[in-house]
């Protein structure tokens, strides 16, 4: 995968080019926002995390093309050179999460206002589930933290339920929860977040930390 | 035409070989048949059959007698029966009925039914009357029961068959000689699409939903658990129902429709999963699963480590670790740009995978690693026997051990669908493949099963080479049988046809009943069907590949998820 059209100014010039491969990167992708719509939480934690680069994930072509615009706007605007780690492509995670990370390469997984699936046979369609919760532990590394937000009761209880019970993961602590900077940005700066404000509605929190691999 | 040998499997000296919803075996040394298995379904399918031919035949009389010849041409029964309908239950009776019928009459009749009466009642009447026409009085056939994998334990005592239209998985006892004794069938949640036994006894299962579970090859008496349980992930519980969201619940038009559904249905719901809450009713763990149909799965040791490897239909390989920490995935291998169908791990080489499917390559890795190491194109030898091949779709891959003065070779072995050869590759020790071989056969390949050759620990050089079996789809023409056996010879490094020998099948075959070519191909050829239809540019799931990540320069096709 080459990313330096996406993270120029994180390419590493020094590196000895090499004809049959990407330019190589000062560092890899560490922060994802799977399924990040209209790129407000991209947006929002690119100043706080300026040092890593962020990535947000949308199935929809259209709205991947805007948020990839959004940022190149804000970039050109930024006098200090923000938002040069921020970016965003097209792609179904469900099915190709791995194709794009490495095992461990992950710090913190964003799971925002996924689409509830009402219906109890398109349970499967979550994006938390038992099986899919596995695909996160490979690409999140031992005391990364996938972070979940949702204004459906029921997917709250459902995703906590899935990610309890997967040996992989543990539930972050409420203080601890409180005192992340991440959550903050995941509660105001999306859009889905401001919606539901508009509405007074509420809005479920959970996070969870990778545990090591057992050994064997 | 009837049912060819679908799936073969050598176990010691014994055959099995599953023809439709049959199993039979038959002693390697003489050939002989030994004894047969069949799926309850096969009666019920025959007699169904026989009562539609009557009621057929009857209804033709009628359709001869009543209307203009041109009626009784095409589909001539089905024409008349939206006013006899009630009046001829006995056949509906007899055949189990169903308000689908098969795609051809149905879609053949709908516009007709909308022509007639669709203009004054709108959506509920026409959809009525295209059920009212649909459900002939010839209803549908019950589905053809088909065996698509066997595979038997290391020791040889238990051989699994699936059948898939009834998602059953059979274990049977076998006493060596060839005598199986049915010990249970377990109806698994999905479809079964790829299995593996493990060497704790626990049956590996995959399905088309692309999970993988295992159960207990031995349903224990006491109903104790076994040790897959400490792997199993939780199920999706099934609670009580609640309503999933509040009205400030802000979400798609779509999914506000949904819960007002949702809310309205809720005591029906209730009353409905209450009823389908049983679930199975015996031990069921699951360990992983892929977001994607699962086509094959093979289970590697390396090192003293056990894994699982999992492929599916989304190009992915994914090695994940044994029971108990199945959810822990340790790699992929990324590299196939289309399905992958068939996996294989030759014994003799605990750490190469071998692996194919719609590429026009095999692929070989270090799967450990997940590292690709080779390939070799499949496609052009299929060209030299089938110039206009296109595509390949791989339905089988095996390994075997060619005896020789410096040691065994590993060869593959596989087979295509719709080509009417086997393919061979010496894997040699810088795991390349060479010397590819080509043995044409009288017929399209359906499986093989490999009776390896004898002493090939102690005296290589007079140990007798392998014997390949395969189960073979003959040519019309031809009036070759379907079960083949040949011993190999080698010639210049490439494997060829030494010796050909049979079965004496004769009884087994006179009892077979008589199917279209149209209805073998739609049961036995499947793996083509796998891969995916081309998206335009502008749909919204697209067709944009993702790149693969930095170790393996591999791509992959998403097609998105227009799957369900």
Known sequence: ?216 | MKIPYNRVHVQGQILFAARGGAIHTFSLTDGSHISSWKHPDVDKVAQSIQAINEAKAEAAAAAEADTPATESEGPPAKRQKLEDDSENPSVSAQAEVEASTPATPQSAEKPQAGHVDGRGKKGKGKGKEVVDSGKSRFARVPDRPVVTHLTSTSDGKHLVAITGHDKVIWVFEHDGKGQLKQLSKRTMPKRPSAVAIGPDNQIISGDKFGDVYAIPLIIPEDGSKSAASLSSLPLPSKKAFKPTATPLTVHSKGNRLALLNQIKQAELAAEAQAANSAGPDFELNLLLGHVSMLTALVLGEQQGRRYILTADRDEHIRVSRYIPHAHIIENFCFGHKEFVSEMAIAPSKPDVLISGGGDEDIFVWDWVAGKQLYKSSILSLAREIAPETATVAVSGLYTLLYPSADGPLTYILAICEDIKAIFSWKLNDSNELHCPGIIQLPGKPLSLAISPSTNVDDDHSNAAPPTVIAAIDPDADTKAQSLHAFRLTMNNGRLAVDVESSFKDKEVEANEPELTEEDIRGLLYTVESLRKVVTGPDDEAGSEAPHGNAESDATADGTGDGEE
């Open chain 1, 1 to 216: 995968m080459d990313w330096s059209s996406y993270y120029p100014a994180f390419v590493d010039e020094e590196a000895p080019r090499e004809e049959s491969k990407p330019p190589r990167m000062k560092q890899d992708v560490e922060v994802v926002d799977i399924g990040c719509g209209f790129g407000g939480l991209l947006v929002g934690l690119a100043p706080v995390l300026p040092d890593k680069l962020i990535l947000g994930l949308e199935i929809r072509t259209t709205v991947t093309q805007f948020v990839q615009e959004r940022i190149w706007a804000l970039r050109a605007q930024s006098s200090n050179k923000l938002y040069q780690n921020a970016a965003c492509i097209r792609a179904n995670t469900m099915k190709f999460l791995p194709n794009f990370f490495k095992k461990s390469q992950l710090s913190k997984i964003f799971i925002c206002f996924p689409d509830p699936h009402f219906k109890t046979k398109k349970h499967k369609a979550r994006i938390v589930s038992t099986t899919l919760n596995s695909e996160y532990a490979y690409a999140l590394r031992p005391g990364g933290i996938i972070y979940t937000i949702t204004d459906v009761e029921a997917l709250h209880e459902w995703m906590v339920e899935h990610l309890n019970a997967h040996p992989s993961f543990e539930r972050v602590s409420k203080e601890e929860e409180e005192s992340d900077e991440c959550v903050r940005i995941m509660l105001s700066e999306t859009e889905e977040g401001k919606k539901v404000e508009r509405n007074k509605g509420y809005k479920f929190v959970a996070l969870f930390r990778r545990l090591e691999d057992p050994p064997w």
